[in-house]
């Protein structure tokens, strides 16, 4: 069972930048594909950005193409999101989640494990 737990979301202006952490624990991070998903109020949970174990490829969404940067780092257990150029669309609650894959999906029901989301507000 693969625990996730998500942290550095909080309240910026906007143009600004956050990076926010995902802690995984009990289970090999290293196998699994991570992404990150967000959710804003009255909207479903949608795709920003996923990350493969096998060879690191990375995906992301058209919204946040060129200002996102998922990252992960094997020996911390740990995954990131860098997010600059920040504008109040990007505010919502984010996700992360894993899934024992060598495809980092983009699909949220394809995701096995998440984590409890971080809050992220963007103000203008």
């Known amino acids: 069972q693969v625990q996730l737990v998500e942290s550095g979301g909080g309240l910026v202006q906007a143009g600004g930048s956050l990076r926010l952490s995902c802690a995984a624990s009990?289970?090999?991070?290293?196998?699994?594909?991570m992404g990150w998903f967000r959710q804003a109020p009255g909207k479903e949970r949608e795709f920003v950005a996923a990350?493969?174990?096998?060879?690191?490829?990375?995906y992301y969404a058209d919204s946040v193409k060129g200002r996102f940067t998922i990252s992960r780092d094997n020996a911390k257990n740990t995954l990131y999101l860098q997010m600059n150029s920040l504008n109040p669309e990007d505010t919502a609650v984010y996700y992360c989640?894993?899934?024992?894959?060598?495809?980092?999906?983009?699909?949220?029901?394809?995701?096995?494990?998440w984590g409890q989301g971080t809050q992220v507000v963007v103000s203008s």
């Open positions: 989640a894993a899934v024992r894959s060598i495809v980092a999906p983009i699909i949220t029901s394809e995701y096995d494990y």
């Open positions: 009990g289970g090999t991070f290293s196998s699994y594909a």
């Open positions: 990350i493969s174990w096998i060879n690191g490829r990375t």
